[in-house]
C-alpha cells in the first residue's frame, strides 16, 4: 500500500517542528522589536530633553550676543530647521519675540503677546525657563517636537558667514563670524537616525528569522527523515512478513524506543516463524495420529471383508480399541482449540479438593498393583474447600497420573501430595521414572511434543495430554511447572488460586 507523501509522518513531524520553531522565533521577535522599540524610545526621550537643554542654551548665549531679536529669530529658526521643531520666546512681559515658525512681529512691527497667538499653549510638550548669567528669568522658551505641517520652520534667509551685527555691551559693529564651531555646535544637536536604527534592526531581525526559519525547516528535514527510517524499516518488513517471507529481520541499531519496538518486531517474527513451523508439524502430528489407527481399522475390516480373518471378539475388541483412540484425539483437539480460542467454559462449584484428589488417585488402584508400584495421597488438611470445576480437575489429575505410570517402572513410586498456602493450593505429583531430559522440559507442554525417551510413541498417548493440562490449569487461574532429573524422576507441581 503506497503511502501519499502529503500524510507521511515526516511530513507531520516538520509541519509540526516548522509550527514551534514559527511560534518561537514569532515570539522572539515581537518581544525583541518590543523592547528594542522601547530602548529606542527612552533613548530619544533622553536624546530629546538634552536637546531642549542645549536649545535652551544656545538661545541663551545668542541673546547675551545679538544686538536684537531678529538675529535670536535666525537662531531659532536654525535650531527648528535641525530638530525639526517649533522654537517659541517670550520675554518677561509675555510678548513673542522669537518664533521659528512665524514672524514674530505682525505688519505693524509690534509684538504679539503668548495668549493671542497660543491661547494656552497646548501644542507645546516642553517648557524651560531662560535666565540670564546674573540667574535672572528673561522669558520662558516653548518646544513643540513634533509641529504640523503649516507650524514647521520658516525657510533660512540666506547666510554670509562674515555677518555685522550690533552688540548689546556697547559693541558697534563688532565684526561676530558664525564660525564653523557655531554650525558644529548646532549640527551635534541634528537627531541621530533612530528611525533608521529601529528599521535596520527589524530588517536585520525579519531577515534573520526568515534565514534561521530555513535552515531550522532544513535540520528538521533531515532529522525527521532520519527518525522516520527506523519506522519506514518496520513498515516494509511488516509487509514482506505479510507476504510470508519470515525470514527477513529488521536492523537493531538504536537504544531509544524505536530501537526496542524493532526488537520486539524481530521477536514476533521469530514467533511467527517458530507458531508456522508448531502448525506444519501439528498437521503432519494430526495426520500422523490419524492414520495409524485409521489404517488399522481399515485393515481389519478389508480383512473382515476378504474372509481371511473370521469376525472374533478379539478383532472387534481392537477395532473397538482404535475407534476409542481416534475418538479421544479428536475430544483432546476439540478441548485444545477452545482453550486456545478463550472459550473454555468452566462450570466451578465449592467442593472439597482433597476428596476430588483422592476418588481420582483411587480410579488407578488397579494399575498401580500391576506394577507394583507404590502410591498414595498426602494432604496437610482433610479438607480444602474452594471453587472449581471438579470434571476438568479430574481431567488434570488423570493425564498426570497415567503419565507418570507410562515412565514409572515396576515396583517404582507415584505420590501425590496436596498442601493449602497463604494465597494458593499446590499439588504435586511425583514419580521415581525414566525422567526428562534438561532441553526437553521448556517444550514439554508443546502439542504433540514428545520426548527422546520420557514420551515416545511407542508409549501410546495422543500427544496432547500435557498440552491440555496446562491449559485446563490456566483456566482455573493457575499454573503448572515441571522439575526433572533423568533416570531418578518427574515433580509436576500445580498452584490453583483459593
Partial sequence: MKINKFYS?????????????????????????????????????????????????????????????????????????????????????????????????????????????????????????????????????????????????????????????????????????????????????????????????????????????????????????????????????????????LSHRVQEDSNDELGDLSKVFNKMIEDLEQSKSVQKRLTADIAHELRTPLTNIIGYIEAYKDRIIKSELETIDTIHEQTLHLSKLVEDLRILSIADSKALLLNKKIDNLVEIVKNTHSDFNNKFNDKSIKSKVISDKDEIMIEFDSTRIKQILSNLIENALIHTPNKGIINISIKSQKYNIEIEISDNGTGIKEKDLEKIFDQFYRADISRNRSTGGTGLGLSIVKKLVEAHGGNINVKSIENEGTSFLISLPL
Fill in 9 to 245: 509522518l515526516q511530513v507531520k513531524f516538520s509541519i509540526s517542528f516548522a509550527l514551534v520553531i514559527s511560534i518561537i522565533l514569532l515570539s522572539t521577535s515581537i518581544f525583541s522589536a518590543f523592547s528594542t522599540n522601547q530602548a529606542i524610545n527612552n533613548i530619544d526621550k533622553k536624546i530629546n530633553e538634552n536637546k531642549s537643554l542645549r536649545a535652551e542654551i544656545i538661545l541663551k548665549e545668542s541673546l547675551e550676543e545679538l544686538s536684537d531679536y531678529r538675529e535670536l529669530q535666525y537662531s531659532a529658526q536654525q535650531i527648528a530647521k535641525l530638530y525639526g521643531w517649533r522654537v517659541v520666546l517670550n520675554n518677561n512681559e509675555g510678548f513673542i519675540v522669537v518664533d521659528s515658525s512665524q514672524i514674530a512681529m505682525d505688519s505693524k512691527g509690534e509684538y504679539e503677546t503668548f495668549y493671542e497667538r497660543f491661547g494656552n499653549g497646548d501644542i507645546f510638550d516642553t517648557v524651560y525657563p531662560v535666565e540670564n548669567k546674573k540667574k535672572e528669568l528673561i522669558g520662558n522658551l516653548y518646544i513643540d517636537t513634533n509641529p504640523k505641517k503649516n507650524q514647521r520652520p520658516l525657510l533660512l534667509r540666506e547666510y554670509n558667514p562674515l555677518e555685522k551685527i550690533s552688540s548689546v555691551s556697547n559693541k558697534i559693529n563688532s565684526d561676530i563670524k558664525a564660525s564653523d564651531e557655531y554650525y558644529d555646535q548646532l549640527s551635534d544637536l541634528v537627531d541621530p537616525p533612530l528611525n533608521d536604527l529601529r528599521n535596520s534592526y527589524q530588517r536585520t531581525l525579519i531577515f534573520s528569522g526568515i534565514l534561521a526559519g530555513i535552515i531550522g525547516l532544513v535540520i528538521i528535514m533531515y532529522l525527521t527523515k532520519k527518525m522516520i527510517f527506523p519506522i519506514k524499516n518496520l513498515r516494509n518488513a511488516a509487509l514482506l512478513v505479510g507476504e510470508g517471507n
